[in-house]
């Protein structure tokens, strides 16, 4: 008479012991892949966030600008980084204008433009959006539109052609063109400091100004 057995036998306990870590390995590396590709969406969501932000911060200030006040005044495949403007005030039949304005694309603090990273942020000679009002007076002010713009756009290749078809060559991570009588504003922006992925983005307006 067979007496009945009792536990597990050593290769039953191995084998069962692999299966478990199998699946737990499993549960975790789907765990690890969700989680990547949650921050990898809240990236996404937050760079579109501030690329229209900031986009749109650089329109209002333009719809009110005069076209006879804008230099330079460039046509595609030609860009700026940089453009003054100024508004006309009053109502009277001369017409009066405001201060000097100007936006345009400056070194970001802390950066050189040598290809390194000098501000240890992960990213390269990046760039920022700068406003400033009431240029070259005692009561010039600055403030910035927009951070973390890369030094070439969604084309950036050097190479004299234009490379994504935008009808604009070799163009920055921020430029102003004039297209078909429309004022186009092009900006890029990279990901946060400190987020897993550095990935970019590209946001473009186009401003009808008064003439």
């Known amino acids: 008479m067979n007496t009945p057995r009792s536990g597990f036998t050593a290769l039953e306990a191995a084998i069962t012991t692999a299966i478990i870590g199998l699946v737990l390995s499993t549960l975790m590396t ?9 921050r990898a969406q809240l990236v996404s ?29 460039v046509e595609s495949p030609l860009f700026t980084t940089v453009i003054d403007f100024q508004r006309e005030v009053g ?15 400056e070194l970001d603090d ?22 400033t009002r009431a240029l070259g007076t005692a009561e010039e002010q600055r403030s910035v539109l927009a951070r973390d713009v890369p030094e070439w756009g ?3 290749i050097l190479d004299g052609l234009d490379d994504n078809g935008n009808g604009v060559i070799d163009e920055p991570g921020f430029f102003f063109t004039f297209e078909n009588g429309a004022l186009v504003v092009s900006l890029s922006l990279q990901s946060d400091v400190g987020q897993p992925t550095h990935s970019a983005g590209t946001f473009e307006g186009k401003i009808h100004v008064r003439n």
């Open 154 to 156: 969604e084309d950036g």
């Open 30 to 38: 789907f765990a690890e892949s969700s989680s990547e590709a949650h």
């Open 91 to 105: 109502t009277g039949a001369v017409a009066v204008w405001g201060p000097t304005e100007r936006i345009g694309l």
């Open 45 to 73: 969501v937050g760079l579109h966030d501030r690329g229209k932000g900031a986009l749109e911060r650089i329109e209002v200030q333009l719809q009110s600008a005069r076209l006879a006040s804008i230099t330079p005044q």
């Open 110 to 131: 802390g950066e050189v433009d040598d290809g390194l990273d000098n501000d240890n942020d992960g990213m390269t000679d990046e760039r920022r959006v700068v406003w």
